[in-house]
């Protein structure tokens, strides 16, 4: 295994499933710009999230009869375990043969990608995507999702919100709040940025459809987004 930490990439569901299906272009992409850096010498772990799927699933059973915080989350959490092999039957020459789904568990990884999917109720994948940074000692997680920033309103529904090109973790706690809601589209999960703050790690908020920008982040040149630290 290489001396050098992977690149964590957590990957919103609905980045790789809009509302108009599976993106097909994209994860064509994708792969083409992973497979040039893993030659550059680099490792990934993708984990990726439920998305809008997730959410019809969770908005069909609760039509039909009251659901518990714990089934909303499984209905979640599978959602992202199928988004997760498909992300890895794409990968398949270069990833792990299993998709992770307990980020705790012992693992011996030698292939130059890993694909991780939701663990257990209570927080979303990106609590999972902590998680695994701190099993092989990364200190930076690149949060793709349908946001170009971190903003201080929802800039889906308030033109005047304020986009930050750097925010402390204090600050960002502030506006997502301490308590995890299944189905929540925030841009970094409260319970997964409580477990940053306190390992020190950064986080990366990106749109991540731009995959040119998605190539700075990674080479660590300047990017458009938001970068949460300490």
Known sequence: MSKQSPIIISVG?????????IDVEYLK??????????KLGRRFIIVVGGGSV???????????????????????????????HLLRTIFRDVAHP???????????????????????????????????????????????????????KDPR??????AYERISWKEFRKIVGSKWSPGANAPFDPIASKLAQKSDMEVVIARGTDLENLRAIIAQKPFKGTLISS
């Open 13 to 21: 569901g609905s980045i790789v499933i809009p509302e108009s299906g």
């Open 29 to 38: 992409k994708l792969r083409q710009l992973l497979l040039r850096e893993i």
């Open 54 to 84: 997730c959410r019809k699933y969770q908005k069909a059973a609760s039509a039909i009869v009251h659901l518990e915080a714990e089934d909303l989350d499984w209905l979640g959490i599978h959602t992202t375990r199928l988004n997760a």
């Open 98 to 152: 299993a998709v992770i789904k307990d980020p705790t568990a012992k693992l011996v990884w030698k292939e130059s990608l890993l694909v991780a999917a939701g663990w257990k109720p209570g927080c979303s994948t990106d609590y999972d995507a902590v998680m695994l940074a701190q099993k092989f000692g990364a200190k930076r997680i690149i949060n793709l999702t349908n946001v170009d920033a971190v903003h201080d």
């Open 157 to 162: 529904g308030d033109k005047s919100a304020k």
